[in-house]
């Protein structure tokens, strides 16, 4: 009895196996890291048929509390890793990639207010370039800026699509005082945030480090 009770646990096993190829089973999933639990080139079909398992879906969706560095500082808008942090005209653009798999609510990096928030682009971009940073009003990807007046001047968190991401939510707007640390919008899948400071300070993480929403030191004044 005991074995065909294990046979046939084994050909359910090989069943589901056989079924889901070249993609994991449902029976092993829940036991793989996130990025073999929803493989990229799985994720892709979905973004095409639409049709998102539930699974992956409540796994995106994910807004984790965050605990706040006690040391003062401009925190990670957003998590993902760091891309770029150029300085173009006084103004530093440090540049964050975001996947499939990171978390994807935007927080404030500092206590400010809302000066404006501002829709714009006409098309989707695929890939994570640079030169989304200094994109003004020119044709660009559908994105969102979040300005804010700060006590160290203006500073912006720039929500933008790819040819994954299909919609931006923002939760703030114009005259609200917000912050450090709230959570101010997300963006439906892949995707970049651009953190605008002055260009005096420096991002403190180097490049291709992973940084996390409302916890990351990103930024901080220059030595003289």
């Known amino acids: 009895m005991i074995q065909i009770l294990v046979l046939g646990v084994l050909a359910v096993a090989l069943t589901?196996?056989?079924?889901?190829?070249p993609y994991p089973s449902p029976l092993v999933r829940p036991l793989l890291p996130s990025r073999q639990r929803w493989p990229e080139l799985q994720i892709r079909e979905w973004l095409e048929t639409t049709r998102f398992h539930s699974g992956y879906l409540r796994f995106f969706y994910r807004d984790p509390p965050r605990v706040l560095p006690a040391d003062d500082g401009i925190i990670a808008p957003a998590d993902g890793l760091v891309t770029s942090y150029?300085?173009?005209?006084?103004?530093?653009y440090i540049v964050i990639a975001l996947s499939f798999w990171d978390m994807h609510?935007?927080?404030?990096?500092?206590?400010?207010?809302?000066?404006?928030?501002t829709p714009s682009g006409d098309a989707h971009m695929d890939g994570e370039g640079r030169d989304f940073a200094?994109?003004?009003?020119?044709?660009?990807?559908?994105?969102?800026?979040?300005a804010l007046e700060t006590d160290i001047g203006p500073v912006a968190i720039r929500?933008?699509?790819?040819?994954a991401a299909?919609?931006?939510?923002?939760?703030?707007h114009a005259g609200e005082q917000i912050?450090?640390?709230q959570r101010v919008g997300r963006i439906l899948l892949g995707s970049t945030v651009?953190?605008?400071v002055p260009d005096e300070y420096v991002c403190t993480c180097e490049l291709g480090s992973h940084v996390r929403a409302g916890e990351t030191i990103l930024a901080a004044k220059a030595s003289v």
């Open 194 to 196: 651009v953190l605008e």
């Open 179 to 181: 912050r450090r640390g």
């Open 86 to 92: 150029e300085a173009r005209a006084g103004v530093r």
């Open 105 to 117: 609510v935007q927080r404030s990096p500092l206590d400010g207010r809302v000066t404006n928030v």
């Open 16 to 21: 589901q196996w056989l079924r889901h190829l």
């Open 159 to 163: 929500l933008i699509t790819s040819v």
């Open 134 to 146: 200094f994109l003004r009003d020119k044709y660009c990807p559908v994105q969102t800026r979040i």
């Open 166 to 172: 299909r919609r931006i939510e923002t939760w703030v």
